[in-house]
C-alpha cells in the first residue's frame, strides 16, 4: 500500500510570485494553444503562477473529461489524482479554478454508470456549500465586482428615458440576483423632473428546483415588503407581485399574466429586464424551442423596452470536452477578477467561489434539462433578438459616462467597450465578460 | 481671421447716435441687453478663437490687450490715431451663434463677451474636460475645477452605520436595511397614535430625522457601530457593524430589537394597501421570525474579534464538503498537514509518479475510505503519452524560459520543469526521463 501524502512529502517553497510568460506558448504547438485569446500584458499578473501553468491544467482537465467519456477509469483515475494535485482548492485562483472543474469531472464520472469504484468516494464529497443570503448582505454582494452592477447600471439609464413621460410603469425583473437593481432603479424615478411615476414591480418566483446561486434567506414577500417601504420613503408607490413561474418552461405562467394585465394597461410603460436570466431557459441544443418561444412571447406583449444582459461566452456545445474547454476560458475571469478585490481566506470569497463551483458542476457534469447554465454568446442573443422581431437600441451618453465611472471604482482590470451592434460590454483584462443591449420592438 | 472678425455690426435702435450716454455700468439680466447696446454676432470659429483683441491696421490678434498696444506702435500711427479712441466703447452685447439656441435671437444677447464663450462651449461645445473621479466632462475649464473641488469628497452613512463610498451601493444598502423599516415602524407608529394616517407619506418626511436620532440615542454605547473596523475585505462596506449593532445580546438591545418587530408587524398592515402583497398577519409573524434566526444565528465574521472570526471560518470550512477530506490517502491532506507538497511538484513528475504507482496494487476500491493504489494501468500508454506531450511542451518552455530570463525558473503547475530545476542540465528534447528523486526536486528553486 502507498501512501502518497507522507511518504514521498517533500517541503518546498511556493513557487516564484510574479513571474511572466508573455510568449511562452509556440503558438504551432497543439497542446498548448491559448495564444489565440487576446492577451494584454497585465494578463501576466496571474497571480502566483503563470500562464503555463493554466494552459497545462486546461489540458489535463480535458485529458480527463475525455477518459471519463472513453470509460477508461484507470487513466481517468490518474489523472483525477495528478489534478488533485496540482490543483488545491485554496491555492491561487488559477489552482482554484482547476479544482472546480476537478470537482464537476468527479461529480461526472460518478454519474456514468460505469464509474462504480469511484462512486461510493466521490459522490459523498461533492456538495457545496450554498451560501443564503439575507438582502443585505446580497446587496453587499453583488457589489464584490462589477459583473452585476454593470448590467444594473446600463439598464437603469435606459428604462428611465424609456418611461420618460409614462405615469405608470410596469417592471417585470427576470434577475438571478433577486431584485438589487430594484432600489437604484426606484430612487433615479423618484428624482424625475416630472415627479415619480407608479411602479408596478413583478417578479418570477422560480418553480424549478434546479436554482442558480445566489440564495437568499428570506422569502419574496419580505424581500418585496423592504423595496415597497423603500419606495414610499422616497414617495413613490410601488405594487410588487411575484407569479410562481420559472425559465425550464420559458415563464409560460408570467408571460400568461402579464398578456391579461396587457390588455387592460392603458398609457402603462413596459419593461422586461433580463438580468443573467435568459440563458437559463433551455434553447436548441436542449432539444427545444423555448428560448426563441419565450422571446417572440415577450415580442407580443408589446413592451416599450426590454433589457437583456447576460455574459458572453459559449457554454452550449454538446460535446463536454468543447465545452469544458470555453467554460475554463470563461470562468478564469471569476476567479482571477475576485482574486484583486478579496484575500484568499475570505468568507465571502468562499460563498462567491462555491457559486461558481456550482455552476461549472453544471455545465460539466449535467445533461439534458437539468444542464440549465446554457451561456450564449451575445452575438446569437442579438440574432435571437432581431429574430423575435426587437431592435437595438443604443445606451445615451449619460449611461455610457455612469457605466463607465462605475467600472473606475473597482479593480484596474475592469473596462468597459462598446460592441459593434449598440450593446456595452464589460471586460477584465481586455477579455468579455458581460453585455448589456436595449431592445425595442422594431 | 480679421476679415470675418465682425461678421455684422448693428443696433438694436438704428438711430442711435454715435455718444452713447452713460458713465454708470449697471448690470441688467442675463440675456435681457441694454436697448443701447451693439449687438455683435460672432460666428463660431472667431468666438472660440483666442485673438479677440484686435488691430484695426492690419487685423492681427492678440490675447491680451497690452500686447495689441505693443504691437500698434509698430505701425507708426500718426499721433492723434495712436491713442485708443476716447469714445466710451459702445456697449457690446453677443448673440450665441447656435441658430436653434435661445440667445441667437438679438433680444435675448448676453452682455460679455467672456459669457457668451462659456454658453457656447457649455451648451453647443465639446466637452474635453473630464473629472478624473467621476464621469462627468465639462466643456468650460472654470466648471470643470469647481467640480473637481467637490467630487468624491462626499460619504453615505446608513442609519445603521455603515458607510459607503459610493451612491448606489449606499442605495441598494439603505432599501434592504432594517435601519430603514425600523424608522418607518416607529414612524407608522408613531402617526396611528395620532391621525390614522398609514399610508400617509409625509409623516414620514417630518418624523423620519427625529426618529432617527432617538434612536441612535437609544443605543446604549458600546452597542454603537465600530466604525474604525478595519475592513479586510475592500473598500469600506462593513457588514459586520450591522451585527454589531442589532445582535449579539446585550438586555436593552434585546428589548429594542422586539420592539422593533412588533413595529414591522404593524407597518406589515399598513403595507396592504398597495396591491396585493401579503396578509398582513402573516407576514408578521414571519419577519418575527426572520428577524430571529437573524439576530442569533447570524455567522458573519466580525473583524475586530478574533475569536469569533476563526470559529465562524472553520465552521464554514467544515460545512463545504471538501471532496478531499474524506479520501486522505488518496489527496493530499490539505487542511491537516498545512504544507502541501504535491502541488508544488511540476504536471510532469506527478504524472511520471501515477504512471509508476500503476503496478502496485489491484486490490478493488471499497469504501474504507483508503485508496491502495491506483489500478494498474491496462494502458499504459495513453499516460506515458500524456507525459510525452507535457514533455516537450516543457522543453519549449525551458528553452524559451532560459532564452529570455537567463534563469532555470519554469513554473509549470508549480514546479521544475520536465528536465529538473536549476543548475541542472536541461534535457531540451525530453529524451532522458528523469526519475523522481528528492534532489532533482530540491534543485528547484
Redesign the interface.
Known amino acids: 500500500?502507498?501512501?502518497?501524502?507522507h511518504s514521498?512529502?517533500?517541503?518546498?517553497?511556493?513557487?516564484?510570485p510574479s513571474?511572466h510568460?508573455n510568449?511562452?506558448l509556440?503558438p504551432n504547438?497543439q497542446?498548448?494553444h491559448r495564444a489565440s485569446r487576446p492577451w494584454t500584458a497585465s494578463a501576466a499578473k496571474f497571480h502566483g503562477?503563470?500562464f503555463?501553468?493554466a494552459g497545462?491544467?486546461e489540458?489535463?482537465l480535458v485529458?480527463c473529461a475525455d477518459?471519463i467519456e472513453a470509460n477508461?477509469?484507470?487513466?481517468a483515475?490518474?489523472?483525477l489524482?495528478?489534478l488533485?494535485?496540482?490543483?488545491?482548492?485554496?491555492?491561487d485562483c488559477n489552482?482554484r479554478l482547476t479544482a472546480a472543474f476537478l470537482?464537476a469531472l468527479?461529480v461526472r464520472a460518478s454519474k456514468i454508470g460505469s464509474f462504480d469504484?469511484?462512486t461510493?468516494?466521490?459522490a459523498?464529497?461533492?456538495?457545496?456549500?450554498l451560501h443564503r443570503f439575507?438582502?443585505?448582505?446580497?446587496?453587499?454582494f453583488?457589489?464584490?465586482t462589477p459583473w452585476h452592477?454593470f448590467g444594473?447600471?446600463a439598464a437603469n439609464a435606459a428604462i428611465v428615458d424609456a418611461v420618460e413621460g409614462f405615469q405608470i410603469v410596469h417592471i417585470v425583473d427576470l434577475s438571478t440576483t433577486h431584485c438589487?437593481q430594484?432600489?437604484?432603479l426606484?430612487?433615479m424615478l423618484a428624482n424625475r423632473p416630472e415627479g415619480p411615476p407608479f411602479i408596478?414591480l413583478t417578479v418570477a418566483t422560480t418553480t424549478s428546483t434546479i436554482s442558480p446561486p445566489p440564495m437568499l434567506?428570506?422569502?419574496y414577500?419580505?424581500?418585496?415588503?423592504?423595496?415597497?417601504?423603500?419606495a414610499?420613503?422616497r414617495?413613490v408607490?410601488?405594487?410588487?407581485?411575484t407569479i410562481p413561474s420559472s425559465p425550464t418552461d420559458a415563464f409560460v405562467s408570467l408571460i400568461e399574466q402579464l398578456r391579461v394585465q396587457r390588455l387592460v394597461s392603458e398609457g402603462e410603460a413596459l419593461i422586461v429586464n433580463c438580468q443573467m436570466m435568459l440563458h437559463y431557459i433551455p434553447d436548441e441544443t436542449a432539444g427545444v424551442i423555448t428560448r426563441s418561444m419565450f422571446l417572440k412571447s415577450v415580442r407580443s406583449l408589446e413592451p416599450n423596452l426590454v433589457i437583456v444582459v447576460d455574459e458572453d461566452a459559449d457554454f452550449t456545445a454538446d460535446d463536454v470536452l468543447v465545452r469544458l474547454r470555453s467554460a475554463f476560458n470563461y470562468l478564469w475571469i471569476a476567479y482571477d477578477a475576485i482574486d484583486a478585490?478579496?484575500?484568499r481566506?475570505?468568507?465571502?470569497r468562499?460563498w462567491y467561489e462555491?457559486g461558481i463551483g456550482w455552476r461549472i458542476e453544471n455545465v460539466i457534469a449535467h445533461e439534458g434539462l437539468q444542464r440549465v447554465e446554457r451561456v450564449e454568446s451575445k452575438g446569437r442573443w442579438a440574432q435571437r433578438m432581431r429574430g423575435a422581431g426587437f431592435r437595438a437600441v443604443e445606451f445615451g451618453e449619460e449611461a455610457v459616462?455612469?457605466v463607465?465611472?462605475?467600472v473606475?471604482?473597482h479593480a484596474r482590470g475592469w473596462g468597459v467597450r462598446k460592441g459593434d451592434q449598440e450593446e456595452l460590454v464589460l471586460t477584465w483584462k481586455g477579455h468579455h465578460v458581460v453585455f448589456a443591449s436595449a431592445w425595442v420592438p422594431s | 481671421m480679421a476679415g470675418e472678425a465682425i461678421s455684422k455690426a448693428f443696433s438694436l435702435k438704428p438711430d442711435q447716435d454715435l455718444n452713447p450716454p452713460p458713465a454708470k455700468k449697471k448690470r441688467n439680466l442675463p440675456g435681457t441687453p441694454d436697448p443701447d447696446a451693439e449687438v455683435i454676432a460672432l460666428s463660431p470659429k472667431t468666438l472660440m478663437a483666442t485673438n479677440r483683441f484686435l488691430c484695426e491696421i492690419c487685423g492681427k490678434g492678440f490675447q491680451r490687450d497690452q500686447n495689441l498696444q505693443l504691437h500698434r506702435r509698430g505701425h507708426n500711427l500718426p499721433w492723434k490715431l495712436r491713442q485708443r479712441s476716447t469714445k466710451e466703447p459702445r456697449k457690446r452685447v453677443y448673440v450665441c451663434p447656435e441658430k436653434t439656441c435661445i440667445h441667437h435671437n438679438p433680444l435675448r444677447a448676453l452682455g460679455d463677451l467672456t459669457g457668451i464663450k462659456k454658453h457656447f462651449c457649455r451648451k453647443h461645445g465639446e466637452k474635453k474636460w473630464k473629472c478624473d473621479k467621476c464621469s462627468k466632462r465639462y466643456a468650460v475649464q472654470s466648471d470643470w475645477k469647481a467640480h473637481s473641488k467637490t467630487c468624491g469628497t462626499r460619504e453615505y452613512r446608513c442609519d445603521c452605520g455603515t458607510l459607503f463610498s459610493r451612491r448606489d451601493s449606499f442605495i441598494t444598502h439603505r432599501a434592504f436595511c432594517d435601519a430603514l423599516a425600523e424608522e418607518a415602524a416607529r414612524v407608522s407608529a408613531v402617526s396611528n397614535q395620532g391621525n390614522n394616517t398609514a399610508a400617509g407619506n409625509i409623516n414620514y418626511l417630518f418624523t423620519g430625522g427625529l426618529m432617527r436620532s432617538n434612536m441612535l440615542q437609544n443605543l446604549p454605547s458600546n452597542m454603537k457601530p465600530n466604525m474604525a473596523n478595519n475592513n479586510v475585505e475592500g473598500i469600506g462596506q462593513c457588514r459586520d457593524e450591522l451585527s454589531l449593532w442589532m445582535g449579539h445580546g446585550s438586555q436593552s438591545n434585546e428589548h429594542l430589537s422586539n420592539a422593533s418587530m412588533h413595529h414591522i408587524g404593524s407597518m406589515g398592515g399598513a403595507a396592504t394597501l398597495h396591491g396585493d402583497l401579503f396578509a398582513s398577519n402573516s407576514y408578521a409573524q414571519q419577519i418575527d421570525q426572520n428577524q430571529l434566526s437573524w439576530l442569533y444565528s447570524s455567522k458573519l465574521p466580525c473583524s475586530s474579534n478574533n475569536g469569533e472570526l476563526t470559529s465562524t471560518m472553520k465552521e464554514a470550512t467544515d460545512g463545504s464538503q471538501s471532496l478531499l477530506a474524506s479520501v486522505p490517502s488518496l489527496f493530499s491532506n490539505q487542511h491537516q498537514d498545512r504544507p502541501p507538497p504535491m502541488s508544488d511538484m511540476s504536471a510532469t513528475a506527478l504524472l511520471q509518479k501515477a504512471a509508476q504507482i500503476g503496478v502496485t496494487s489491484t486490490t478493488p476500491f471499497e469504501e474504507h475510505n483508503k485508496f491502495d493504489g491506483l489500478l494498474s494501468s491496462s494502458h499504459p500508454s495513453s499516460l506515458e503519452n500524456i507525459m510525452n506531450e507535457f514533455m516537450v511542451a516543457n522543453s519549449y518552455d525551458m528553452y524559451s524560459a532560459t532564452r529570455r530570463h537567463g534563469s532555470s525558473k519554469d513554473d509549470l503547475g508549480g514546479g521544475g520543469g520536465g528536465g529538473g530545476g536549476g543548475g541542472e542540465t536541461r534535457d531540451f528534447l525530453g529524451v532522458g526521463v528523469q526519475t523522481l528523486c528528492p534532489s532533482s526536486i530540491n534543485g528547484w528553486i
Request: proline fraction near 7%.
Open positions: 500500500m502507498i501512501q502518497f501524502t514521498s512529502a517533500i517541503l518546498l517553497p511556493p513557487p516564484p513571474f510568460h510568449d511562452l509556440n504547438h497542446l498548448l503562477s503563470c503555463t501553468a497545462c491544467m489540458e489535463l485529458h477518459a477508461d477509469d484507470t487513466l483515475q490518474q489523472l489524482w495528478v488533485n494535485n496540482l490543483a488545491p482548492h485554496d491555492g489552482q470537482r468527479i469504484l469511484l461510493p468516494t466521490f459523498s464529497s461533492t456538495s457545496l456549500h439575507s438582502a443585505v448582505d446580497l446587496a453587499s453583488i457589489d464584490l452592477r444594473y447600471t438589487m430594484i432600489p437604484t426606484i430612487d408596478r434567506d428570506l422569502s414577500q419580505e424581500l418585496g415588503a423592504k423595496l415597497v417601504n423603500f414610499r420613503s414617495n408607490v410601488m405594487e410588487f407581485t478585490f478579496l484575500p481566506e475570505s468568507e465571502r468562499r462555491a459616462g455612469e463607465k465611472t462605475l473606475d471604482e
